[in-house]
């Protein structure tokens, strides 16, 4: 099955810097959304995004929705700690009553202090 | 409110023996997923139920994977007969509404 295209596949960044990672695919989507996954527990939402060029924030968290509808990036300000785990991407198609959620590979981010 | 549980937490077994996994999803959620991570990649959806009704299970390996969810609340996911490749973790998901999931702390699978 199709995997969204994660980038950087892993950072090392220090306490307080800013984080940027996107995510691209060859298909549209509907709705993108941005999940975290701290090591031995499964994702957890941050962002979903519903509208091509939408822009939305949740705390120190920024995503937007790529005007072609088949890519979106994340943005995290003034990293902590806790900010790490890994990033997912996700894409969603609705069809019908099956609305498929496809993943991307994944950014691992690590937060030194 | 209490979240998708799942167990066991862990499971090791030789290939070609069987396993299974069971999921209770929050109270009310319609809809159940089974996902498949393997170590590295983003989860890959098996399995999408609404109520007792399978949606969409386009990419489970049929001939080796069957799951059900016979009262359209818990769900099991077997196995059967399992495969090196087949080590993962497999992780529930729950849905009432919209777009938010909410996962399971998942099972993880060896196989030896």
């Known amino acids: 099955g199709q995997q969204l295209n994660q980038s950087p596949q892993s950072m090392f960044i220090q306490e307080g810097e800013d984080v940027s990672m996107n995510c691209t695919s060859s298909?549209?989507?509907?709705?993108w959304l941005w999940y975290k996954q701290d090591p031995g527990e499964g994702p957890v939402l941050l962002i979903a995004?519903?509208?091509?060029?939408e822009l939305t924030s949740n705390g120190r968290l920024t995503a937007q929705f790529g005007i072609t509808r088949k890519d979106s990036f994340l943005n995290i300000s003034a990293s902590i700690p806790s900010d790490v785990g890994i990033y997912f991407c996700?894409?969603?198609?609705?069809?019908?009553?099956?609305?498929?959620?496809?993943f991307g590979t994944g950014t691992r981010l690590q937060v030194t202090l | 409110e209490a979240g998708v549980a799942q167990s066991p937490r862990y499971k090791i077994i030789e290939k070609r023996q069987s396993v299974a996994f069971w999921c209770n999803p929050i109270?009310?959620?319609?809809?159940l997923y089974w996902y498949q991570q393997i170590l590295g990649q983003g989860p890959k959806l098996l399995i999408q139920?609404?109520?007792?009704?399978?949606?969409?299970d386009s990419q489970l390996p049929k001939d080796r994977f069957s799951a059900e969810r016979l009262k359209g609340v818990d769900s099991t996911l077997k196995i059967q007969p399992a495969k090196l490749e087949d080590s993962a973790v497999y992780l529930c998901?729950?849905?009432?509404?919209?777009?938010?999931?909410?996962f399971g702390s998942g099972t993880q699978l060896s196989v030896l």
């Open positions: 298909s549209i989507f509907n709705t």
């Open positions: 109270s009310g959620h319609a809809t």
């Open positions: 996700a894409g969603q198609k609705n069809t019908g009553t099956a609305s498929k959620l496809t």
């Open positions: 998901a729950s849905k009432q509404t919209g777009e938010k999931l909410f």
């Open positions: 139920f609404q109520n007792n009704g399978v949606v969409d």
């Open positions: 995004l519903y509208k091509a060029g």
